[in-house]
C-alpha cells in the first residue's frame, strides 16, 4: 500500500474534525516523561477519502459484532516508551479506553524489538482480544499474526505506520498521516532555510517500515523539483533515537564540514543533532535542522534557532482510532486509508503554539 501523495489528499471533500484528549508534555530537552501529563491535547483533523475510495464492512471482511463496553480489545504498541511520540500515543489510546468505559483493554509493548511485538500480539489473540490496535514497528513479518486474527475474524486497525498486507482482508484500516507529504514539506522548510542552494545530510528512521521510506522519498523528490542548487551530499540511519542522532551528526560534521542543513527524520534524532553541533562548538542556525513529529522539546529548540522548523505527526490516535472502531462494530463502512492532516512550526508561529505540541 502507498501513502496517498500531495494531490490525493487535497481532493478529499470531508474534513472531521476531533477532539482530542491525552498528550504529553516535554519539559526540557532530557526530559524523557514527555507525552503523560499534557490536557491541552491539539485537535487531530482527519482528511475523508473521496467517495470512490476503497471501504471496507464488517460483513465483507468477515467479524463478528460485539459490545466495546463488554469486549476486550488489545493494543501492541511497537517502542520502548523513551520517545515523546510513543508516550503521547500510549496515553491517548488508554485515556479514550478509560473515556469510554471499554470492557478490557490490554496492552503490551514490543520494547523495540520485532519478534518480542509479533509474540505480544499472538498472546493478546490467545487471551481473547476481539479487536486489535497495533502501532507496527515494521511493515512486513506480519503473516504469523495476520493468519491466526483471520482464522478468528479479529478486526486489526493500524495506527501511524502501514503493514504491507491486505486491508479489509488481513486488516481493516490504517491510520495516520501522509508521510510522503510530511518529507514534502519538510524538504520546502529546508530550501527555504538554505535560500535554495547547499548541502544537506539526511538522518534516517529505522529501516524496515513505511514512514522511513515515505519520509525520505518526498523530502528528495521535492528537493530535485524545486531546488535543484541543494545536493544531499549524506545519508545514515539513527534509528529514531536522540543518541544516534547524536552520533551519527558527530561523524556527519567530520566528514562534510561544509553541511549546511540536517534534515532530520523524527525529532529525537533532531535533538541529537542539536547536542552534536553545541559540543562542536557551532551557533545556533549555523546548520539549518528540519524535523518532523512535533514534540515540545524541539518546537521549543526554534525561537533559539537550533531548529528551523517542524513538521508536525499527531501521535494522538485514541479518539479516531475507538471513533473508527464503533463504527466498523456498529456496520457503517470504513475508508481503507484515514489520513491525518498535520501542521508545521517554524518562527512564525513556534513561541505561541509550543504550549500544544506533545
Request: charged share 20%; proline share 4%.
Amino acid at each position: 500500500m502507498t501513502v496517498p501523495s500531495r494531490s490525493g489528499v487535497s481532493a478529499a471533500a470531508l474534513v472531521a474534525v476531533l477532539t482530542v484528549a491525552a498528550a504529553g508534555c516535554a519539559k526540557s530537552e532530557n526530559d524523557k516523561q514527555a507525552g503523560a501529563q499534557d490536557t491541552q491535547g491539539q485537535q487531530q483533523v482527519v482528511q475523508t477519502p473521496a467517495g470512490n475510495a476503497p471501504s471496507c464492512t464488517i460483513s465483507k471482511f468477515g467479524g463478528t459484532k460485539f459490545d466495546l463496553k463488554s469486549g476486550t480489545v488489545g493494543f501492541s504498541q511497537s517502542e520502548k516508551e523513551a520517545n515523546p511520540f510513543r508516550i503521547a500515543e500510549t496515553a491517548s489510546i488508554k485515556s479514550e479506553a478509560k473515556k469510554l468505559g471499554i470492557g478490557h483493554l490490554k496492552a503490551t509493548n514490543g520494547q523495540s524489538q520485532f519478534n518480542k511485538q509479533i509474540s505480544d500480539v499472538q498472546q493478546l489473540i490467545a487471551q481473547g482480544a476481539q479487536a486489535l490496535i497495533i502501532a507496527p514497528l515494521n511493515s512486513d513479518g506480519w503473516e504469523p499474526v495476520l493468519r491466526q486474527a483471520s482464522a478468528k475474524h479479529i478486526p486489526i486497525i493500524t495506527v501511524d505506520r502501514q503493514i504491507n498486507a491486505a486491508a479489509c482482508k488481513d486488516y481493516v484500516t490504517f491510520i495516520g498521516s501522509n508521510f510522503y507529504e510530511q518529507g514534502r514539506r519538510a524538504a520546502d522548510q529546508m530550501v527555504k532555510a538554505l535560500g535554495g542552494k547547499g548541502k544537506v545530510a539526511i538522518l534516517l528512521g529505522a529501516s524496515g517500515n513505511n514512514v522511513t521510506t515515505d519520509r525520505t522519498n518526498g523530502f528528495k523528490d521535492e528537493i530535485k523539483q524545486k531546488a535543484p542548487g541543494i545536493q544531499i551530499t549524506f545519508q545514515q540511519t539513527a534509528e529514531f533515537t536522540r543518541e544516534k542522532g547524536q552520533q551519527v551528526t558527530e561523524q556527519l560534521i567530520q566528514s562534510n564540514p561544509d553541511v549546511g542543513g540536517i534534515y532530520a527524520e523524527n525529532d529525537e534524532m533532531g535533538l541529537g543533532a542539536v547536542t552534536a553541533l553545541k559540543s562542536a562548538g557551532k551557533k545556533a542556525g549555523q546548520i539549518k535542522i528540519v524535523t518532523v513529529d512535533g514534540t515540545r522539546n524541539a518546537v521549543s529548540q526554534i525561537p533559539s534557532g537550533w531548529i528551523s522548523a517542524v513538521i508536525e505527526s499527531n501521535p494522538r490516535f485514541g479518539p479516531l482510532a475507538f471513533q473508527t472502531l464503533t463504527k466498523f462494530l456498529g456496520g457503517e463502512a470504513i475508508p481503507d486509508k484515514v489520513i491525518i492532516t498535520d501542521r508545521e512550526y517554524d518562527s512564525s508561529n513556534a513561541r505561541q503554539s509550543v504550549s500544544s505540541a506533545f
